[in-house]
């Protein structure tokens, strides 16, 4: 019987020749289903093993386009934390992102982690890490609020948005929002006009 490091193996002897030019080839992989089935198996059983681990962490970063290792764990969250915790600090973004975006469900225990992703080195990391922190409602939401709409990189600006929802200081709410709104950068703009046109 197969295990997960004979699909890895398997895998990436496949890509070494396969076409990569389309978005999520990756799972074009005879057997993914198979290498995703043996990933999740190994996953709830919070293996300690570093050669499991690192399979475990190779295939979340293979499977980034279709998810599929995110959603199980989004199903299978109490049983998937010692493998989400393991794989924060992966050294694979696209391993770190789907980390951030599923993580939150498990509740406030996961704010030292999500806070933490809020000054991981990529971007989209750190949008991912706030927007999950933001539907924990934390709360200190006033003061990263603050922080964040003024950021530098526009899609933090965006993503603090969110954060707004967990507010009830109405001054601060009315000062935030006009400043999303008049916001330099369209995208950011239209976000706020659109998620806050009812927020009073």
Known sequence: MKTLNDFCKDW???AKTAETSEDGWQSVFPQWEELMEAAKSVMIKSPKDPDILSDIEFCWSISEETEDLADFAKEHIRDCMNILEFLSVSKFKDVRWQVYSVIWI??????GILRRGLNDPDSYCRRRALLSIARLKPSDSKELALKFINDHDPYMRQASIELLHSIKDI?????????????????????????????K
């Open 12 to 14: 990436k002897d496949w």
């Open 106 to 111: 498990a509740g406030s225990e996961t704010e």
């Open 171 to 199: 001054a601060f709410i009315k000062k935030a929002k006009e400043q999303l709104i008049n916001d330099e950068t369209p995208h950011v703009a239209e976000a706020a006009k659109r998620i806050l046109v009812n927020k």
